[in-house]
């Protein structure tokens, strides 16, 4: 059984450009959650999805940022316009049910030129 | 809100002693409390999970405790080895918060041969 998968592992942008960060749970969960860890900080939560809807998006920035869990397919989390404060670790985790273990994948290292 | 502190920030030992990470938090409301490991530039592995009925888990030279009314766990590390410096870092799930992790800043861990 594959872990949590997530590509690409690492992405450098210029500022203004697009990043799309995609994660594939591992089989069976329906569950995922996406965290960022900017340098020397602990990680934060920003968004739960479970397939095709947002639970909770209180910890997403206003603007720029979105995210979603379709059918099928992999979770994506999209920044639009993308600053150098964007730099950071972005993982995300995925789970069968909400009190369980969340397992998390290796992240993608974002880099804002 | 949930604010998770983890002491000490850092940590130095010879190989072969015995240490404890200490985690606390502010709000007794928790699902859950997990203890993970990050290695430089990677993902986090789940090391333990104490669900919030239970007072402690071990595996293998690792043994976490879990006090909700006080708000406090901690994370004992028997005959460390070189092999165990990470960072360690300490996570709740909240209750009626989407079940998301809040996360301490983590302890860095060194040991050295």
């Known amino acids: 059984n594959a872990g949590v998968m997530q590509n690409p592992r690492h992405l450098v942008r210029r500022r203004g450009q697009e990043a799309r960060l995609r994660c594939s749970p591992m089989?069976?969960?329906?569950?995922v959650y996406w965290y960022r860890q900017l340098p020397e900080e602990g990680l934060k939560f920003m968004v739960y999805?479970?397939?095709?809807?947002?639970?909770?998006e209180s910890g997403m920035p206003k603007e720029r940022f979105s995210a979603e869990f379709p059918k099928e397919g992999p979770s994506i989390l999209r920044i639009q316009q993308v600053v150098r404060g964007d730099s950071a670790a972005y993982f995300c985790?995925?789970?069968?049910?909400?009190?369980?273990?969340?397992?998390f994948g290796p992240g993608t290292r974002l880099t804002v030129l | 809100k949930q604010e998770v502190t983890q002491i000490p920030a850092a940590l130095s030992v010879p190989e072969g002693e015995n240490l404890v990470l200490n985690c606390s938090f502010t709000?007794?409301?928790?699902?859950?409390l997990q203890w993970f490991r990050q290695d430089p530039g990677k993902g986090l592995t789940s090391l333990l999970l104490?669900?919030?009925?239970?007072r402690e888990q071990t595996s293998g030279r690792l043994n976490a405790s879990l006090d909700k009314s006080s708000g406090r766990s901690t994370l004992y590390i028997a005959a460390s080895q070189p092999g165990d410096s990470a960072t360690y870092l300490c996570?709740?799930?909240?209750?009626?918060?989407?079940?998301?992790?809040?996360f301490g800043k983590g302890t860095k861990l060194t040991v050295n041969p």
């Open positions: 985790a995925s789970l069968n049910h909400p009190t369980d273990t969340q397992y």
């Open positions: 089989k069976g969960h329906s569950h």
């Open positions: 999805l479970q397939k095709e809807n947002i639970i909770d």
């Open positions: 709000d007794s409301a928790i699902y859950n």
């Open positions: 104490i669900q919030s009925s239970q």
């Open positions: 996570a709740v799930a909240q209750v009626g918060g989407s079940e998301k992790l809040v």
